[in-house]
Nanobody
Framework: QVQLAESGGDSVQAGGSLRLSCAAVGYTYRRACMGWFRQAPGKGREGVAY???????SYADSVKGRFTISQDNANNTLYLQMNDLKPEDTAMYYCAADDWRVCGGRPAADFTYWGKGTQVTVSS
C-alpha cells in the first residue's frame, strides 16, 4: 500500500516563499502521475501542479510562473516550490499519486493515494 507524507507548510507573509515536500513509500515510478492539490475552507479540492515520471509537468493558471513542481525519483520524493505567495494561496495542500498516463489537469477524484495534508497560510 502506498503511503504519502507532506511537510513544509507554514504561515508566511505575502510575497514570501515555501517549499513543500512529499515522501512516498511503497510506490514505484513508471507511468506514475503525482500532483499537488489544495483546498480552502468552503471550496473544492483543486489541482495545483502535476508531474509524471518522465518529468513532464503542468500547472493551474493561478500558480503559473510562481510555483514549480519537481521530483527526486531515487528517493521517491515530490516537491512544490512556491514563490511570491498570495493570500489566496492559503489552503491545506495535499500530495496525491496514481498510475495514469494522462496526468495534467486530472481531477482529485481520480487519485487513489493521498497524504494527510500540510497547512499553508499567507497573510497580508
Amino acid at each position: 500500500q502506498v503511503q504519502l507524507a507532506e511537510s513544509g507548510g507554514d504561515s508566511v507573509q505575502a510575497g514570501g516563499s515555501l517549499r513543500l515536500s512529499c515522501a512516498a513509500v511503497g510506490y514505484t515510478y513508471r507511468r506514475a502521475c503525482m500532483g499537488w492539490f489544495r483546498q480552502a475552507p468552503g471550496k473544492g479540492r483543486e489541482g495545483v501542479a502535476y508531474i509524471k515520471t518522465d518529468g513532464r509537468s503542468s500547472y493551474a493558471d493561478s500558480v503559473k510562473g510562481r510555483f514549480t513542481i519537481s521530483q527526486d525519483n531515487a528517493n521517491n520524493t515530490l516537491y512544490l516550490q512556491m514563490n511570491d505567495l498570495k493570500p489566496e494561496d492559503t489552503a491545506m495542500y495535499y500530495c496525491a499519486a496514481d498510475d495514469w498516463r494522462v496526468c495534467g489537469g486530472r481531477p482529485a477524484a481520480d487519485f487513489t493515494y493521498w497524504g494527510k495534508g500540510t497547512q499553508v497560510t499567507v497573510s497580508s
